[in-house]
């Protein structure tokens, strides 16, 4: 099985060191503040703050790296063609990393802001992945 899955099973490991990244991230740059505490964020703290932004981003990357993951494994138990596995895991991957890259540069309430273009980037690799497992069982 694992001679024909390299390109799924690369991305799968870029998602997850992607999210490891941003935790490390996260807890350095929060623990970098005087009177830091352990598992609190400021709440009076906003997109101007880098230790928010790093928060969030690891946040946001658990909230739909889950459901993310979840599909990649459904696809793989429902033989999702592989071609297409390996194109959207990748698209998801790449588009985590550029919204992380962006939100850590980018300090603004804008909405859409330049991040919010690569979650949704993400979001549609998500849903082509669960479509074309429901494509399977038809």
Request: net charge positive; proline share 4%.
């Amino acid at each position: 099985m694992t001679a024909s899955y390299p390109l799924i099973f690369w991305g799968i490991i870029v998602i997850i060191a992607t999210v490891i990244v941003q935790s490390v991230i996260a807890a350095t740059t929060k623990a970098k503040q005087p009177d830091a505490i352990p598992g609190k964020i400021d709440p009076s703290l906003s997109h101007s703050s880098l230790v928010f932004r790093t928060h969030r981003t690891f946040m946001n990357s658990l909230e739909n790296t889950t459901f993310m993951l979840a599909t990649i494994f459904l696809g793989l138990f429902m033989g999702v063609s592989v071609f297409w596995m390996g194109i959207w895991i990748w698209i998801y991957a790449l588009a985590r990393i550029f919204h992380m890259i962006l939100y850590y540069g980018i300090a603004t309430e804008k909405n859409p802001s330049p991040r919010s273009y690569f979650y949704l980037i993400g979001l549609i690799a998500n849903i082509a992945l669960l479509v074309q497992c429901a494509l399977v069982l038809i």
